[in-house]
């Protein structure tokens, strides 16, 4: 009788006889199947390979670049609204409010500064977003590794808590110096005269008035936000993953479904922690010098701008995110799946 044909796609494939099978790691991102198998090699490494030489030299430059490719497109097309969102957040109430809502951000912007005025420090997330997905999706990778059931799944709690690790580790890594300079260079702008006169202009000043530490003013914010960031999307995503999948892992994932359900995984992020979010802006800006801690800035919003001000910059937030996830999800799928095809991994 015929041996079972070994699953492939999403899930990972068990080595046929007398085969090593190698696997690439965006499999342990996009399914809930078994990525660790029982086969005689060594345990892989958090990039998802066994050895570095058993892979192609040009999958071994593009491990983790997957998300990164996705990101950057991602942030090409919805930056705008991160731009507006910040703006509202660092609207004070205490001094006259500088806009009157969305469209007024964006009039007002355009008018002064030309359409281009919408993607001021566009640069600072863009040349973040591959390390950013790096860390990201590789740390999750590795935690979900050594987080699987004797079958090979990954529940949701088990996949909170693997988003929760890779939130911190990116935030650490990468977000925090990223979305400092990312919020003082959007505040900059709104300066009478604005210093800084690009990226790198801008990262030398802070450095040399500030320090190193100047890239790292709300770490303590950013950690808890990008925590609970990635621990509510990948538990989201892993829940309606496993849902639509059923009894049968390797049910194909049609890109409109994963796009519905990155989009609902970032809706409920955006929903969730958009309190942190605003409080980690206000810890970036320029003016974080009239707040001690992280808690002294959530209670003087509080007190002098009640507890609305805390969800500031929502709608344009919900608008990026929702998108932010659909189409980073839907590319890094189907960058997978095309290196199924290319390079048979079972």
């Avoid at 964006?106 to 420090?121: I, K």
Wanted: glycine share 12%; hydrophobic share 40%; charged share 20%.
């Amino acid at each position: 009788m015929a041996a079972p044909r070994a699953p492939r796609a999403l899930a990972a494939a068990a080595p046929a006889p007398g085969k090593a099978k190698l696997t690439h790691p965006g499999k342990a991102i996009l399914a809930g199947g078994p990525l660790r198998d029982a086969d005689p090699r060594p345990a892989r490494s958090a990039s998802g390979w066994a050895r570095d030489t058993e892979a192609p030299p040009h999958f071994r430059v593009g491990r983790g670049y997957y998300g990164g490719l996705a990101g950057g497109i991602e942030i090409c097309i919805t930056f705008p609204t991160e731009y507006v969102k910040t703006q509202l957040q660092l609207d004070e109430r205490s001094h006259p409010p500088r806009y009157r809502g969305i469209g007024d951000c964006v009039r007002q912007t355009v008018r002064s500064h030309g359409v281009l005025g919408l993607y001021r420090g566009l640069s600072s997330l863009l040349y973040g977003s591959i390390p950013k997905a790096a860390v990201r999706f590789g740390m999750f990778e590795f935690l979900s590794n050594h987080m699987r059931d004797a079958q090979g799944r990954l529940d949701s709690t088990r996949g909170l808590l693997c988003g929760l690790g890779a939130g911190v580790a990116e935030a650490v890594v990468v977000v925090c110096p990223m979305e400092t300079i990312k919020v003082k260079f959007i505040h900059d702008q709104t300066s009478p005269n604005p210093k800084y006169r690009g990226f790198f202009h801008g990262v030398r000043e802070i450095v040399r008035e500030q320090g190193v530490k100047g890239t790292y003013q709300g770490l303590t914010a950013t950690v808890l936000k990008q925590g609970s960031n990635q621990a509510i999307r990948f538990f989201v995503m892993t829940s309606l993953r496993n849902w639509y999948t059923g009894d049968n892992p390797n049910k194909p994932m049609n890109p409109l479904i994963t796009g519905v359900f990155g989009a609902i995984a970032g809706a409920a992020s955006v929903f969730g922690n958009t309190p942190l979010d605003v409080i980690k802006t206000r810890m970036q800006g320029l003016e974080a010098h009239k707040y001690r801690n992280t808690w002294d800035c959530g209670l003087q919003i509080l007190r002098k701008e009640g507890l609305k001000a805390f969800y500031k910059g929502t709608v344009p937030r919900l608008g990026r995110v929702c998108l932010d996830v659909a189409i980073v999800f839907i590319i890094y799928d189907e960058v997978v799946k095309l290196l199924n095809k290319v390079w048979k991994t079972d």
